[in-house]
């Protein structure tokens, strides 16, 4: 088990606070960059060798490898389909950015977790300034229509109140695990009332797992392969059970009639509610079997075929909602992690969201005893990030980071305790 982490002086909380804040804020630079990300670019000379000494760490190489991988991928795919430069542009540093963000972080981390619990609790501050001020827009480049960010009062209430949460709960979880397990839930209810289905769904099947992580003695002796198969069972259990509990609540008007009439649309799909719901995710799968390996470009327009191609290729009825909602961006649909960076650059973009769902996996059952303190926000993030990974797109990469970097701090403690496991047993 972690020794008890020192308490951050309190500039220093202040200053990581800030940054928490500065990576949900954005400026225009030939994209939207946050002020985060502004920063690291400002600072990068003072940064580069440290960034370069990370991303060689045991532990952390792969990712670094499958990051560089992406990116080649990226360049390829943009040369192949002649990618216009400022959307190739944009692609490229849309990739670069959220590996070189993690692992600016991750040094950070790694030595004082209590920065990341710092980090977090600034989080809700960029929802409230961002009502004003550094919130992207929209913007249209070569007729293409990209960064939508017209979210609605539902949708920022439920994001603002998921990064309340997370920030209570990395805050919360060394003293009381049980309060933070109940903090889970109530956002996840709170989430399904206000129409948010994958996010009250992912909060309340974290809710539900919480339980496998608490107790000191499982800190002290790790996971066993038991707890660990009812972690799963819990978890797909607990997925089953929220699905038909939010349709029984809106099929019979609970949460109203938007919600009522969206999940008798979606459910009256053939397919069913996943295709009625994510049709995207078989547009996207549809688009990206067309040209597996090299994509088809960073930001790749929707002529309109799309959908139909997906239609007739998995013979189901999807439907274009792209013409009823003019905020939705003009792009091939996706709505996938893992579907989107493969549509736009190949393989590569697929390959590396599948292995950070393996690093999930390998990693989360580590957090007990290798992060005890930040525990509670990696398990609450898990979920999410299988749901995005899946059905959801790449988040802003300051939210990436703050479920990846853990993750990585994890990996590299693991192999760095079998380093000292494995000197001691030989000296």
């Not at 005893?369 to 979920?383: D, I, K, N, Q």
Request: glycine share 10%; net charge positive; charged share 15%.
């Amino acid at each position: 088990m972690s020794p008890q982490q020192p308490k951050l002086p309190a500039g220093q909380w202040c200053w990581w606070v800030g940054l928490g804040a500065a990576g949900g804020l954005f400026v225009r630079i030939i994209g939207y960059l946050s002020l985060l990300e502004a920063w690291l670019l400002l600072t990068l000379p003072l940064r580069l060798r440290e960034v370069v000494t990370t991303g060689c760490l045991p532990g952390v190489r792969s990712f670094t490898l499958l990051w560089i991988g992406w990116m080649v991928g990226a360049v390829v795919a943009d040369v192949a389909n002649a990618t216009p430069l400022p959307l190739a542009a944009r692609g490229f540093s849309r990739v670069f950015f959220l590996g070189f963000v993690c692992l600016a972080l991750l040094p950070r981390w790694l030595a004082m977790p209590r920065r990341l619990e710092a980090f977090v609790a600034g989080t809700p501050i960029a929802h409230v300034v961002g009502l004003k001020y550094f919130r992207p827009g929209t913007s249209t480049i070569d007729g293409v229509a990209i960064d939508a960010a017209n979210l609605g009062w539902a949708n920022w209430t439920n994001y603002f109140v998921l990064s309340l949460v997370m920030a209570a709960i990395a805050r919360l979880w060394r003293w009381s695990p049980c309060a933070c397990a109940a903090l889970a839930a109530s956002a996840g209810g709170i989430n399904l009332v206000m129409g948010s289905r994958s996010a009250g769904a992912t909060q309340l099947v974290a809710a539900a797992v919480m339980p496998f992580f608490m107790g000191r003695r499982l800190a002290e002796r790790g996971f066993s392969g038991g707890r660990f198969t009812a972690i799963v069972v819990t978890f797909v259990v607990g997925a089953i059970a929220i699905a038909m509990l939010y349709g029984t609540l809106a099929a019979g008007g609970t949460l109203g009639d938007k919600a009522r009439e969206k999940y008798d649309r979606q459910r009256a799909a053939k397919g069913g509610l996943l295709v009625g719901g994510r049709a995207e995710f078989f547009v996207g799968l549809s688009t990206a079997l067309d040209r597996p390996l090299l994509g088809h470009g960073s930001w790749p327009a929707d002529t309109g075929e799309a959908i139909e191609r997906a239609a007739r290729r998995f013979g189901l009825e999807i439907e274009d909602t792209s013409a009823r909602d003019p905020h939705v961006p003009a792009i091939i649909p996706t709505h996938s992690a893992v579907v989107g960076a493969w549509v736009e650059h190949g393989i590569m973009g697929a390959i590396f969201w599948l292995a950070m769902l393996w690093l999930l996996i390998r990693n989360t059952p580590r957090a007990v005893h290798l992060l005890p303190e930040s525990t509670g926000l990696v398990v609450f993030s898990a979920p999410a990030l299988v749901w995005t990974i899946f059905f959801s797109p790449i988040p802003p990469r300051a939210a990436s980071a703050i479920v990846l970097v853990p993750l990585l701090v994890i990996q590299v403690r693991h192999l760095q305790s079998r380093a000292r496991s494995g000197m001691a047993a030989t000296s």
